[in-house]
């Protein structure tokens, strides 16, 4: 995208490049801490459990090598005898594996962390390209790899060059040592000097690991139209948004249609605007507004008022102010509840005359409404 439009990339990848090139098991890593660890471990696990290990191949060799009778001599006897030893000799290294295993697991939570995906090991011909693979091998990722690998050379030659003067006389001397005590000097000096060769790598891994992780980001670095780009394709196009919108609006409106049946009266402008009232006598709360709106949406309101039987007041600057000054399930302002009160009165006189015939109740028409709900909406006829 950045060599066809001709911009940078400058900007830091979002949240969800990140998430996709993670999927691809594309994440940061660091051979160079995998390696050191792994060797620092195995060190470790030599100088701790060296001594056990290696008197236990001795002793299953010592076993392996004793032939108690002339039965063991035979075919079936030697597979047993070379099974038994390979599976004792299983056992006696199986605390090393497994503190290999841990280690090779654990290792690459310190940088990139688990990341498995079969994308990462699917078959790519730019892999096997020769020209982008001379480009990988003079692009500044070459340069760094061939620089980690002088530097470990260099390291690792002088620390052992070191080690070997220091421990040449102790060396020297193991062949006047008896066997037993020979092998154990041998476990504790390779042990100590595999791990003092090991402790080198940390310099390289201290380099290698910012270097993987600045890397890393660089490739995924973005230019501002692909961000801009995702945004749309994230948020979505405008025209889907705008279709979406409708539907949801168009959703909403017959949701409050619905409602008009149960209102008590319905307040009009006469025609502009047409606002629906409920009001639940048993509760403490103020009257609620289930249903309003203008023009087309109004004569809809009138509409399924009138077939339902529900009272409809015209009383516009009450309308206008309940219209501006409230939402859809939402109780009415303090400042109108005398004048909503009047007209409940009116409509309820109204319904008891309906059914019992009486005085028909005049229309009230000063409604008291404060200066700050008064005339909110203009233009309105």
């Known amino acids: 995208m950045s060599e066809e439009t001709g911009q940078e990339k400058s900007e830091q990848p979002t949240a969800k490049r990140l998430k996709e090139t993670r999927e691809k098991g594309q994440v940061p890593r660091s051979k160079e801490l995998n390696t050191m660890m792994l060797l620092m471990g195995s060190a470790a696990g030599f100088i701790f459990m060296g001594d056990s290990v290696l008197g236990g191949i001795r002793d ?15 075919s079936d006897g030697i597979i047993k005898m070379l099974s038994d030893a ?9 605390p090393l594996l497994l503190l290999f295993t841990v280690i090779v697991l654990l290792t690459p939570l310190g940088i990139g962390g688990w990341s498995f995906s079969m994308k990462a090991v699917s ?10 693979g001379m480009g990988r091998i003079f692009s500044l990722k070459g340069l760094m790899e061939l620089a980690k690998v002088l530097a470990k050379f260099a390291l690792v030659s002088a620390i052992s060059a070191a080690i070997i003067w220091s421990v040449i006389d102790e060396l020297l ?25 090991s402790s080198a790598l940390i310099l390289v891994a201290l380099i290698d690991v910012p270097f993987q992780i600045w890397q890393h980001t660089k490739q995924l670095k973005m230019t501002k139209q692909e961000i801009k780009d995702e945004s749309k394709e994230t948020e979505g196009r405008p025209e889907v948004k705008g279709r979406i919108r409708a539907l949801q609006q168009e959703i909403a409106q017959r949701r409050m249609m619905e409602e008009v049946p149960t209102a008590d009266v319905i307040l009009t402008n006469p025609t502009h605007y047409a606002v629906a009232l409920k009001y639940d006598q048993s509760s403490n709360g103020a009257p609620v507004v289930v249903a309003k709106g203008a023009d087309l949406v109004a004569f809809n309101i009138r509409s399924v008022a009138e077939q339902n039987g529900v009272a409809i007041v015209s009383a516009p600057p009450l309308a206008r102010a309940l219209y501006a000054s409230t939402e859809i399930n939402q109780e009415i302002p303090a400042g109108l509840y005398v004048a909503v009160a009047t007209i409940l009165t009116y409509v309820y006189q109204l319904k008891t005359v309906y059914e019992h015939g009486g005085v028909t109740p005049e229309k009230p028409d000063d409604l008291p409404i404060p200066d700050e709900l008064k005339d909110v909406l203009k233009n309105d006829d």
């Open 60 to 74: 299953s060799f010592k076993k392996s090598l004793t032939i108690q009778n002339a039965q063991e001599l035979t």
């Open 86 to 94: 390979l599976l004792e000799s299983l056992m006696i290294i199986s």
């Open 173 to 197: 001397g193991l062949g006047n040592e008896p066997m037993d005590a020979a092998l154990l000097h041998v476990a504790t000096l390779c042990g100590w000097a595999f791990l003092a060769c």
């Open 123 to 132: 078959f790519k011909f730019e892999k096997i390209d020769p020209i982008k």
